[in-house]
C-alpha cells in the first residue's frame, strides 16, 4: 500500500517554514511521499473571525511565537531573521505550486521560498523575488509565472483553499494522513509514524 | 544552584492535564522542583475578547483538539473520558491549592482533580466532588474547603491569576524557567531540560 502525507502550507506561516525544512528527510527515512498542498491561511482565518495573523491580533501570542521560533530554529539548526514585515504574502508562490504541482523541482522550490520568507526577510509576495528563486533553480521564471497567474493557476489554489475549509483546516501546518488531521510542526514526527501504519 | 519550573496550569484545561499527570516522573529525573501555580483561564481569555473557551468559539479547532487528546492520552497510557459539560469551572480546587501551596498533598490533589475531570466526567466544581477528593487523600476537606473560601484564599488565587497576566501567560499550560515562557504540554520537556541548564 502506498504510504503517503498530504502536507497543507501557507508561505506566511513561521510553523509551516519549520516543518517544510524538515519534512522530506524525515518521510524519506519512513518511505512516505509527501504531498505539497499550499493554501491561504486568509479567508481561513477570515471565517475565524480574524482579519490578521492572531500573533498579531494577540500580542502575548505573538512575542511568545517569536521566542518559540529562535528556540526551535536553534534547536534544528535552521537560520531565522525575523521579517520586518509580518505576515507576506504567499499567493504568488502557492499558485506556482498548483499550477506545477508534479514537478520534480516543487520541493526545492518550497524550500526556496520559505527560507528567502525566514532566513532572509525577502518579500515572497513580489514578482521579482519569486522569479529570481526559479531562476537559481534553472527554471523559466517568466513563463512560470505568466502561466501560474492565468484563469487556471488562479483557479487552482482557490479551489485548494476551499478544499481545506472541506477537510476541517483551522490553521498551519496541518498533515492529513487517511483522513486523519495533525496540526502544527510539532505533530510532524508523529502524522509521518502514522503514515507508517504506527497507531501510538 | 536550586533548579525549578514555575508549572502554570487551570483544572478546566485540556492539555494542563496531560502536564499536570506526566510532570512529576520526568522532573524527578533532572532533578527539578515543580512549583505548582493554579490560575483562572477566564479572565485571560475574557482579555483577549473571548467569552468562552477557543475550542467553543472555533468548532475545528474544538473537534481537532478532542481527537488529538484521544491520540495523546493513547500515546502517554492516560485515561480519557470526554466531559459532558465542558470547560468545567476549576475556582474552587484552585483556590485550595493557592491556600496550601507548600504542603506535601498538593502534587496529588492536582492529579485527582485533573483525573476526575477528564477520566471519570466529574464536575470539579462542586463542593462535594472537591469534598470526595480530598478525603480520599486523608485530609479534612470541610477545613480546608472552609479555609480556601474565606478572603485570603480568593484573595491569592487572584494575585496568582493577576502575575500570570504580568508573566505574559496566554494559555495553559505554560512552563516559566529563569522568566523563559514554555505554553503547551508539548513543551513540558523543552522546558524542563532548560531548568536543567540544557539550551538546545
Not at 507576506?88 to 499550477?99: E, K, S, V
Not at 527560507?115 to 509576495?125: K, P, R, S, V
Not at 523559466?140 to 476541517?168: M, N, S, V
Request: net charge neutral; proline share 6%.
Amino acid at each position: 500500500m502506498a504510504k503517503y502525507i498530504d502536507f497543507w502550507f501557507d508561505f506566511a506561516s513561521t510553523y509551516s517554514y519549520l516543518a517544510a525544512l524538515r519534512i522530506e528527510p524525515l518521510a524519506t527515512t519512513r518511505n512516505v511521499k509527501v504531498n505539497w498542498r499550499p493554501f491561504l491561511l486568509g479567508p481561513v482565518f477570515t471565517a475565524m473571525g480574524w482579519n490578521d495573523s492572531p500573533f498579531n491580533i494577540y500580542p502575548s501570542k505573538g512575542r511568545y511565537m517569536w521566542r518559540d521560533m529562535e528556540r526551535l530554529c536553534q534547536h534544528y539548526r535552521l537560520p531565522l531573521k525575523k521579517p520586518s514585515k509580518f505576515p507576506r504574502n504567499g499567493l504568488r508562490p502557492a499558485r506556482i505550486i498548483c499550477a506545477n504541482h508534479d514537478a520534480v523541482w516543487i520541493p526545492d522550490f518550497v524550500r526556496a521560498v520559505f527560507t528567502a520568507g525566514f532566513a532572509a526577510d525577502q518579500d515572497i509576495g513580489e514578482r521579482e523575488v519569486v522569479a529570481g528563486l526559479l531562476g537559481t533553480l534553472g527554471l523559466d521564471a517568466e513563463a512560470l509565472i505568466a502561466d501560474a497567474e492565468g484563469p487556471e493557476g488562479k483557479h487552482l489554489l482557490r479551489r485548494q483553499t476551499e478544499e481545506a475549509f472541506k477537510l476541517d483546516i483551522f490553521g498551519a501546518p496541518t498533515f492529513i494522513v487517511n483522513g486523519e488531521i495533525f496540526w502544527g510542526n510539532d505533530r510532524l514526527q508523529q502524522a509521518l509514524a502514522w503514515a507508517d501504519g504506527i497507531r501510538d
